[in-house]
């Protein structure tokens, strides 16, 4: 589904020149859960950057179903990254100003569609994750770790292919952490995606079917 092909990334030029990406290879299969642990800095943010085209590499290919769309404009890979990739983040980057709902649509509402259909996904969604009577509040209504089911529920309204997730359980507790794992793996399997997850929690990477370390901008099998 997502693959990447000597992958390098790296910023400014000459003696400034600051290698974050060396030459990495990965493949996301249909339905795969792959993991990504490594240390601060080691280029995991980056990576997961790359292959959700919000970044582009120096060198290399990203290819998703077989097609090379590294090189493509920014028009182009936005309207491809809307509809492959769903996002999820460590710090859940709610709209303050729309209530639980909208904030599940804002995919659709970027895109310039807002029907009845997208709100009954929108409202499927949140009460998958939970949330069905809570649509109406906005995010300061919300505890943390509703707020994160929300911005999962959010990532999830484009049914996107494959669903990108950096540290989504950092900035929680440990109990609402494991809630949200569950949820996470639950989502991904009844939606039939797949799902690359940087974390520094190994015994979330332990749960994905693929397990990858990454140091110095390289990965390995762990």
Known sequence: MLELREVARWYGEGAKKVGVLDGVDLQ???????AIVGPSGSGKS?????AGLLDKPNKGKVLVDGEDVARLNDDARAGLRNSVCGFVYQFHHLLREFTALENVLMPHVIGGRRDAAAEGRAEGLLKAVGLGKR????????????????ALARALMNRPKVLLADEPTGNLDPHTAEEVVK?????????GMSALIVTHNPELAKRCDVYLGM????????
């Open 28 to 34: 996301v299969m249909p339905g795969q859960t792959v």
């Open 46 to 50: 980056t990576l997961l950057h790359v």
């Open 135 to 150: 649509g109406g509040h906005y995010p300061y209504q919300l505890s943390g770790g509703e707020q994160q089911r929300v």
């Open 183 to 191: 949820l996470l793996f639950k989502i991904v399997k009844d939606e």
């Open 215 to 222: 140091d110095e901008g390289r990965l390995s099998a762990k």
